[in-house]
């Protein structure tokens, strides 16, 4: 149906629907079994087969599948079966983990999915726009995403963003005059809303034409493909590695059974030391231990009020050295309550917290003030109360906000003071608006009173409202807005913005009957300033020492606020941001500055006050060109170039619009500045636990390497046989590197300077670490098996076993030097008991191995004899306490 060329009347009639009182909630749920959710049918997915067979797709797996082949053409059948054994346990491990990242996936879209604001059984309420249905009478202002296609009933300066659609990036016109048009493009229908656009200004109401599939953006749906999902850049460098450890095993391999054939030795026996190798070489575990502890510390983020969309951030957390944040919600309580009012000289003050209208208005003394007598204090009140759009709802008894924190601290010091607005609705009607917007600072509505007389009243910034005011109200009477008067005026703002107060203006002008007011400049101009109220929006309690944590880890905390600079400063000092050194800047300064000039200054700047959200993007850019990586906080639709272009975007989960939200790599459920900083702890802590855990699976490696290569070298028959090392690299090793992933920091992890993005795995010598330690452990097997084999030559599975029992044992003990970074003895052993159990667990798995009849022939094994776990434990013990013992020394002197 062409909705465009139809009339408001005909729109109704033509989807039986009432714009008076929407659809009952009987007649949403019909429509929803006819015309189905709102929401775009998604691409077909993988069946659970092929994401199981897809885990065998990997090069590493190739390779063991291929050792597989060798043993089994060998006659090798029992290594053969169990290697096949272990793959496969390998890849139900993957298959069950994105099976689990999947489930995870789809309740994160859940939890961020957008929400409409519909008219249902003539009451609003919020619901998932996916349960929005044709005939839905729906609203929506600047910063909301269109949440289905829409036509438009009433518009009020309504711009809306269709690039999405149109590929036009200047926003849209909007309003709900007929369209009458041959084949008229997207771009030209200024009467409908389309689903996945933005509202970038103003406010409307329409109802819905189309859900789903049927919508402009369902047309073009199939033509979109799923992107695949960007690997991060450590995912990059440790596939790289895995790579470089296949070439050194293929290359192992080949000159093991080269050299081997040149002394004379058998191709069976060079073959199986080959293959051995290559199983030593490989990690098999890594892949599969970085994804689940990438995707263990996003989950844990979840828990703690932040939303990782994008899975880099978790890495660029750790690199965070800025942190820009947003003062209002985020720094603050968002409950903001007037305190002070000022007009014509007269200072007032008003008690009372929160948002419960109860508090008493003073002069100088103690005794509260008859309202009665103070005209020009009421009607400051009064057209606080009609220039608002807020509420107060009850919920769980308890009056709650819907609506700005800034527009409510004005309708509660007018609740305080009698007033009702459903009462003054009656008596005085809203006949235009100008919405605020951050560019004038400013909003205005245009109201007529029952005896006819019409008042254009704004409120908004104290320093605009001065500057468009040509008069101000003194003791009832009108005066020129200049000389003392403006002065006075302009002391009143610092005053109050010395108190830590953020201020917003309240000014009128009558205008003649019948007039129609057609722009915000015509409005806006020749105004009678009345005065000022104050108030203030204490900070988080949990925000200053958020704040000294983070100047602890060497990151910066950045106040960016749209108040006044002596708001900012105060609360910038409470809250230990503004430091000796440091200075304030405000929005005036910044306009005169070029990026490159703010670069020059920018180190010294701890407060931006007075800014626009335009300005951000200027102040990332400044920070990143000094080398700094910047987290980002914004809420709004302008904040959104400013939150894609910082190394972390961060969106509000509340207070932020969803342009905001998807401009972001993180989403905070609290909208609390303190969990920034509980976000960058946890990446930090991911980082190094993924670095822990690649060191001990190396260290591990490198042992198993060295143990068969030196055996080869001294001409010593094969310490390990592939079975038994590609069950320590997928069973024994794998539980231990899987709890060291969810190790908790250490305490310094927030003292610590923050990492450089460019540093790799191997920096502050974790190569060192891996190499050493792997020497070591492998030293320690060789001489194990040695001392057996020596002892009695005759029995090589015996020695084998013991060599075993001695490779896993110094592996589980290493794996508790491990959890440091300077060495074993500087953290509690028993702290992390997830590592614990995974070491019980692991060394219960070798017993079982080696004391279990059915599993000594599969794994090469026999019982060990008492007598020779002293030299095991022993020998096992060496590569740990050494180093140990070497710290102790080190730190004697």
């Not at 098999?284 to 994804?291: F, M, Q, R, S, Y």
Request: proline residues 4%; glycine residues 8%.
């Amino acid at each position: 149906m062409k909705f465009h060329e139809m009339n408001v009347k005909q729109v109704e009639k033509a989807l039986n629907t009432d714009f008076s009182s929407g659809l009952t909630m009987e007649e949403s749920a019909r429509r929803i079994s006819i015309h189905g959710y709102n929401e775009l049918a998604e691409g077909e997915k993988q069946s659970a087969l092929l994401l199981f067979l897809s885990q065998f797709k990997d090069f590493m797996v190739l390779v063991l599948l291929a050792a597989t082949l060798v043993s089994g053409l060998l006659g090798e059948y029992i290594d053969a079966i169990a290697i096949i054994a272990i793959v496969i346990l390998n890849g139900c491990l993957g298959f069950f983990q994105e099976r689990k990242a999947e489930k995870s996936l789809q309740a994160l879209k859940e939890l961020s999915a957008p929400q409409i604001i519909v008219l249902r059984e003539a009451k609003w309420m919020k619901i998932p726009s996916k349960e929005a249905v044709p005939g839905d009478v729906v609203k929506f202002s600047s910063g909301d995403r269109i949440g289905a296609d829409i036509r438009i009933i009433e518009s009020n300066s309504l711009e809306i963003e269709e690039s999405a659609l149109t590929g036009e990036s200047v926003p849209v016109s909007k309003d709900a005059d007929v369209l009458v048009a041959e084949s008229p493009g997207l771009g030209d229908m200024e009467n409908l809303a389309f689903m996945g656009t933005m509202v970038t200004r103003g406010s409307g109401t329409g109802t819905v034409v189309a859900t789903g599939m049927k919508t402009a953006m369902g047309q073009i749906a199939d033509l979109l493909q799923n992107a695949e999902a960007a690997e991060t850049p450590l995912q990059r460098r440790l596939a790289q590695l895995g790579k470089i450890l296949i070439t050194v095993a293929l290359m192992l391999t080949l000159l093991v059974v080269i050299i081997g054939l040149l002394q004379g030795h058998g191709l069976y026996e060079m073959v199986l030391a080959g293959v051995s190798l290559a199983v030593a070489a490989i990690p098999e575990g890594l892949p599969a231990i970085v994804t689940v502890a990438l995707s263990l510390g996003v989950q844990k983020m979840i828990k703690n009020n932040a939303i990782v969309r994008k899975l880099p951030a978790v890495e660029t957390l750790g690199c965070a050295s800025v942190i820009c944040s947003d003062k209002t919600g985020t720094m603050t309580q968002n409950k903001m309550t007037v305190t002070h009012l000022w007009s014509g000289g007269k200072t007032w003050t008003v008690d009372g917290t929160g948002y419960q209208p109860k508090g008493n208005f003073y002069a100088d003394s103690r005794e509260p003030i008859n309202l009665r007598k103070e005209k020009a204090l009421q009607q400051m009140l009064m057209f606080g109360m009609l220039c608002n759009h807020s509420e107060l709802v009850s919920k769980d008894r308890e009056l709650v906000l819907d609506g700005d924190p800034t527009e409510g601290a004005l309708l509660v010091s007018a609740m305080k003071a009698g007033y009702d607005r459903k009462k003054l609705l009656e008596e005085y009607e809203i006949i235009n608006e100008f919405p605020f917007d951050s560019t004038r600072k400013m909003m205005s509505v245009a109201i007529r009173d029952k005896h006819g007389k019409q008042f254009i009243v704004t409120k908004g910034a104290p320093d605009v409202l001065i500057g468009v005011s040509s008069t101000i109200l003194v003791n009832g009477k009108v005066q020129a807005m200049k000389g003392e008067a403006k002065a006075e005026a302009l002391k009143a703002v610092d005053n109050l913005a010395g108190k830590a107060l953020r201020t917003i203006a309240v000014a009128y002008k009558p205008i003649s009957s019948g007039s129609l007011i057609l722009t915000e400049r015509e409005a806006e101009k020749d105004l009678i300033f009345i005065g000022i109220q104050g108030m203030i929006d204490p900070p988080r309690p949990e925000v200053k020492d958020a704040v000294r944590e983070c100047r602890e880890a060497g990151i910066k905390t950045v106040m960016i606020t749209g108040d006044h600079v002596a708001t900012a400063k105060a609360i910038a000092k409470q809250l230990g941001i503004l430091e000796k050194n440091s200075t304030v800047m405000d929005g005036n300064k910044l306009s005169g500055l070029s990026v490159e000039e703010l670069e020059k200054v920018v180190e010294g700047v701890s407060v931006f006050a007075r800014v626009s959200p335009e300005h951000k993007l200027k102040i990332v850019k400044a920070y990143q060109n000094r080398g700094h990586v910047v987290a980002m906080t914004g809420d709004g639709v302008n904040d959104a170039p400013a939150i894609k272009a910082a190394d972390i975007g961060v969106a509000m989960g509340i207070a932020g619009t969803d342009v905001a939200k998807e401009a972001s790599a993180l989403v905070l459920l609290d909208d609390n500045f303190a969990t920034i900083k509980s976000a960058i702890k946890e990446g930090r802590n991911i980082y190094e636990n993924i670095r822990k855990f690649v060191r001990y699976l190396l260290a591990s490696n490198v042992g198993e390497i060295l143990v068969m290569l030196f055996a080869m070298i001294l001409g010593l028959p094969l310490p390990l046989v592939p079975i038994q090392i590609l069950w320590v690299n997928l069973v024994t090793d794998g539980l231990p590197a899987m709890a060291l992933g969810l190790d908790k920091p250490e305490e310094n992890v927030m003292r610590r300077k923050p990492r450089s993005p460019k540093e790799g795995v191997f920096a502050r010598g974790l190569g060192w670490k891996v190499i050493s330690r792997g020497f070591l452990i492998g030293i320690v097997t060789l001489a194990a098996f040695l001392a057996i084999y020596y002892r009695h030559p005759q029995e090589l599975h015996y020695a084998r076993t013991v060599a075993f029992a001695t490779l896993v044992l110094a592996q589980l003990i290493h794996v508790f030097d491990c959890r440091s970074e300077i060495s074993v003895l500087s953290r509690n052993p028993f702290g992390n008991q997830y590592l614990v159990w995974a070491v019980v667990s692991s060394a219960a798995l070798m017993v079982a191995v080696i004391y279990y009849p059915p599993l000594q022939p599969v794994f090469h094994t026999l019982p060990i004899k008492a007598r020779d776990w002293m030299l095991i434990v022993g020998l096992s013990a060496i590569p740990t306490f050494l180093l140990a013992g070497t710290f102790l020394a080190r730190k004697t002197k």
